[in-house]
């Protein structure tokens, strides 16, 4: 039996992420919108209502990252660090790079680094989320990114956590349960905002479902933008969160 498992391990090597913090991501990957100036745009173009044309801006809390917008001015890299404690950082400007845009997102606190930079346990929330963010949270915990090691885990009630990561764009349905969430988690904790439809409503922000009073009552201590997150941005968001000085 021992002699099988060294085998598997000799042949598989390791299947987890051994540099979680600077791993490769695909090319075809759409993260970090690069903008430069001198193209027409047509702001109806995106379905989310990211994209503004004068001055040109992409609001991340927003987009889809569809790539409907591609053009000569507006660029998608395949970088995948787009978290922030600051809602309005979120907005990409022209000739903005990822290191200038990721050196001013992260604001973290001693007091977060003191109590959760060793363990960290989260209630996910799917307030009316498609599933596409609850799949790919769901990933973060898998052999491949194994979150775990950094003691950052999901817990199955509110009462065993630290705070909440919230999915989908909060419908009517779903906003008692997630306020009682809320209350039912022990301070201190804290609170993330997991993609597009969480952070501002996405696609489904216009509409009469929707109840949002969750977000001006209760403060958020960091937005993941994506749709869906992917799980190198989610993992490093946090980590930067409660552990960046």
């Known amino acids: 039996m021992l002699t099988d498992t ?24 759409r993260g970090f919108p690069i903008l430069k100036s001198g193209c027409q745009i047509d702001e109806s173009i995106c379905p989310a209502g990211a994209l503004k044309a004068n001055p040109l801006s992409i609001d991340l809390g927003k987009c889809t990252l569809c790539g409907e917008c591609a053009c000569e001015a ?15 950082h979120l907005i990409v400007t ?8 990721e050196k001013a997102a992260i604001k973290s606190r001693k007091e977060i680094r003191r109590v959760f930079s ?3 346990k989260l209630r996910q929330v ?13 990933a973060c915990s898998n052999c491949n990114f194994d979150m775990g090691r950094f003691g950052i885990d ?25 306020e009682d969430c809320y209350k039912s988690t022990p301070n201190p904790k804290i609170v993330i905002l ?12 216009t509409s009469s479902k929707l109840n949002r009073e969750f977000l001006e009552k209760y403060p958020i201590d960091l937005y993941i933008p ?9 993992i490093n968001g946090v980590l930067d969160f409660i552990t960046k000085k």
């Open 226 to 234: 994506g749709c869906p997150i992917h799980p190198l941005t989610f």
């Open 74 to 88: 507006i660029n998608f890299s395949n970088y995948y660090k787009l978290s922030s404690t600051d809602r309005e």
């Open 154 to 178: 999901f817990v199955a009630s509110p009462r065993h956590a630290d705070g909440l990561v919230i999915t989908g764009p909060i419908s009517e349905n779903m906003a008692y349960a997630l």
């Open 6 to 29: 060294i085998k598997l391990k000799y042949f598989q090597g390791k299947q987890y992420i051994p540099d979680i913090q600077n791993a490769p991501m695909r090319q075809q990957f």
């Open 118 to 120: 060793k363990s960290l």
């Open 126 to 138: 799917s307030a009316a989320g498609c599933n596409g963010c609850e799949m790919e949270l769901n």
């Open 94 to 101: 022209e000739n903005m790079t990822p290191d200038e845009f």
């Open 194 to 205: 997991a993609g597009a439809c969480a952070i501002s409503g996405g696609v489904f922000q």
